[in-house]
């Protein structure tokens, strides 16, 4: 396995299954010292710039090659068409055009509407969780510099790192989609946005719970018994606890609206939050 500028197999969460088959070498190709090797031995572990690199490889690739080789890797390239990034945004785009958008906010419908209101110049800062996790399926990484996320499971980042991010990046419009559980790790911040005066727009995804405790809580043990990971009784206000520092809110209830929302947030050249309800994806216990 060739290894080009990340980590290899980052695990969040344990399993008893190892990705890699046992005896199987790994090529490391990247600029983090402390990643070579890290989580795997690697047979090759190679410091240098990925990219002037995988330049200098292929001429020798393509040299060493046979005409079969060639051959076989053109049909493979055709092959990837009807399944790479763009193929499979489109489908996604397609299956959610099809659905009822009635009732509460399905994730993907949420991000895909989020994403189609972008301009294109937008630093997106993820910390979404569960909320945002087909953001990836639909929004372009258009430059190194427009997209931060979560690496591991640590939260409560976004709403102070946005700030930094959009300090670091002052032409840039900066919106921070983040979940109302993560939201609330570092909700003062939002003081700071609005002191600042940044355009910076956090868009929290709402709904209502810590959802990824009671997704892990299923799928690792099997319970269903959710005892402190419901944000309800009361719900948490979050257009006015914005409102109290500083940075104007909306609250959004239809997909539809999600985009207009948005441009007019981003055209404010402010802070803003907006405030939306997003699918739990559990009945809440009565």
């Keep these: 396995m060739v290894c080009l ?11 008893p299954v190892d990705p890699l088959p046992e005896g199987m070498p790994i090529v490391q190709i990247g ?20 990219k002037e690199t995988l330049h ?3 001429p020798v690739l393509e040299a060493k090659r046979s005409a079969a080789d060639a051959a076989a890797a053109e049909h493979t390239l055709a092959g990837l068409a009807a399944s790479n990034w763009q193929a499979r945004r489109a489908a996604a785009r397609e299956r959610l055009e099809a659905t009822d958008p009635g009732g509460a906010i399905d994730p993907a419908r949420f991000v895909m509407r989020l994403v189609d209101a972008l301009p294109n110049d937008a630093v997106v800062v993820d910390e979404g969780i569960l909320s945002s996790r087909p953001l990836l399926d639909f929004l372009p990484l258009r ?13 409560g980042f976004a709403i102070a790192g946005a700030i930094g991010i959009q300090l670091a990046q002052p ?10 559980g993560s939201a609330m790790y570092g ?13 910076i727009t956090y868009v929290i995804a709402n709904n209502r ?44 209830t239809e997909a539809e609206a999600i985009g207009p929302a948005l ?13 939306v309800a997003v699918d739990d994806g559990f009945t809440p216990a009565t």
């Design 209 to 252: 719970s810590y959802r990824i405790l009671k997704e892990r809580l299923v799928a690792f043990h099997a319970n269903d018994r959710f005892t402190g990971m419901d944000l309800r009784e009361p719900a948490i206000d979050f257009g006015a606890l914005a409102g109290s520092l500083g940075v104007p809110a909306e609250r959004v």
């Design 5 to 15: 500028g990340a980590d290899v197999l980052r695990m969040s969460v344990w399993n």
């Design 143 to 155: 430059d190194r510099h427009g997209f931060f996320g979560l690496a591991s499971g640590g939260i």
């Design 171 to 180: 032409e840039r419009p900066v919106v921070a989609v983040i979940g109302d």
């Design 187 to 199: 909700i003062q911040a939002l003081w700071t946005a609005a002191h600042l005066e940044l355009p």
């Design 56 to 58: 200098g490889l292929l």
């Design 263 to 275: 441009a007019q947030a981003l055209a404010s050249g402010g802070p803003r939050l907006l405030d």
């Design 31 to 50: 600029q983090r010292d402390w990643e070579m090797g890290e989580n795997y031995p690697a047979e090759i572990a190679i410091r240098c710039d990925v």
